[in-house]
């Protein structure tokens, strides 16, 4: 549901396509390090309008996704 939004977020940091960014994807594998994550986050906030207070480890774009999802619907 937020993948687009997540992956749109990921290029902008890492100069990668959108495109490219898969559900499966680590975010070692895009190269997105613990500040970056926390940057991440900050930034789909502002995308999403949402309060993202992460109280789990994430480690791929779905882990993310699912995330986000589960607060939302709460």
């Given at each position: 549901?937020?993948?687009?939004?997540?992956?749109?977020?990921?290029?902008?940091?890492?100069?990668?396509?959108?495109?490219?960014?898969?559900?499966e994807?680590?975010?070692?594998?895009?190269?997105?390090?613990?500040?970056?994550?926390?940057?991440?986050?900050?930034?789909?906030?502002?995308?999403?309008?949402i309060?993202?207070?992460?109280?789990?480890?994430?480690?791929?774009?779905a882990?993310?996704?699912?995330?986000?999802?589960?607060?939302?619907?709460?």
């Amino acid at each position: 549901m937020y993948l687009e939004a997540i992956a749109e977020i990921i290029a902008e940091r890492t100069g990668c396509d959108a495109s490219t960014v898969k559900p499966e994807n680590t975010f070692a594998q895009l190269g997105i390090d613990s500040l970056d994550t926390v940057e991440l986050l900050m930034n789909l906030e502002d995308k999403l309008g949402i309060e993202i207070e992460l109280d789990r480890k994430v480690e791929t774009v779905a882990d993310l996704d699912a995330f986000i999802q589960s607060k939302v619907q709460g």
